[in-house]
């Protein structure tokens, strides 16, 4: 995960499990090309809820997705307000 030069983020990712492939991917497709910003504010949780991907996913498949989600909010967590802060543990 690295910004670009207008400090927009660019990810990557990879498994050699396709489900984990598949999350990779949908995490990357919300996140990638936005600013610090824009990903704290983003709501990732209704994002996967509209997809109702949860219920088809296994305890531990879910808590990597979270645990994916949370490395990338938790990044640079000096410039986490306290709001974002709060958003990161209710997720």
């Not at 990557?12 to 396709?18: H, P, V, W, Y």
């Not at 704290?40 to 296994?58: G, M, R, V």
Request: glycine share 6%; net charge positive; hydrophobic share 40%.
């Amino acid at each position: 995960m690295e910004p670009d030069s207008d400090g927009r983020i660019q990810l990557a990712g990879d498994s050699d499990a396709a489900i984990v492939k598949g999350l990779i991917a949908l995490v990357i497709i919300i996140f990638q090309n936005k600013t610090g910003k824009q990903i704290l504010t983003t709501d990732s949780k209704a994002f996967f809820q509209k997809l109702s991907l949860e219920q088809h996913l296994t305890p531990s498949r879910s808590q990597g997705l979270h645990a994916m989600i949370r490395t990338i909010h938790a990044s640079e967590p000096k410039k986490l307000s306290n709001q974002a802060l709060k958003h990161l543990v209710n997720y």
